[in-house]
């Protein structure tokens, strides 16, 4: 599987951006997707994610209330809709495709997208 996102840019504070992720391949529907994020001199954390078929969504603290994940398995995408954006969510956004269940930590993550940069200006 691979995975390309898009869709990240500067936005300023309290604005909105949509990543996209497409994946190549027919098993898109078979795997559980997500997001995870990386600031500069920070470790890698999970945003959020989504199981394989679309059914349940797992919600740490970072995004609750203002970030929700899509899972289109007709058109081999996830989205990433981020509202009420703030300057701590700048950061490198990377999709992420597993096998397995969708937990806060990467172990579940098989195939990993390039990143996108989003910055929220203040």
């Known amino acids: 599987v691979q995975l390309q996102a898009s869709g990240g840019g500067l936005v300023q504070a309290g604005g909105s951006l949509r990543l996209s992720c497409a994946a190549s391949?027919?098993?898109?529907?078979?795997?559980?997707m997500g997001w995870f994020r990386q600031a500069p001199g920070k470790a890698r954390e999970f945003v959020i994610g989504?199981?394989?078929?679309?059914?349940?969504?797992y919600y740490p603290g970072s995004g609750k209330g203002r970030f929700t994940i899509s899972k289109d398995n007709a058109k081999n995408t996830v989205y990433l809709q981020m509202n009420s954006l703030k300057p701590e969510d700048t950061a490198v956004y990377y999709c992420?495709?597993?096998?397995?269940?969708?937990?806060?930590?990467?172990?579940?993550?098989?195939?990993w997208g390039r990143g996108t940069q989003v910055t929220v200006s203040s």
């Open positions: 989504i199981s394989r078929g679309g059914g349940t969504t």
């Open positions: 992420a495709a597993g096998s397995g269940v969708v937990t806060t930590n990467a172990a579940w993550v098989e195939y």
């Open positions: 391949g027919r098993t898109f529907s078979t795997y559980d």
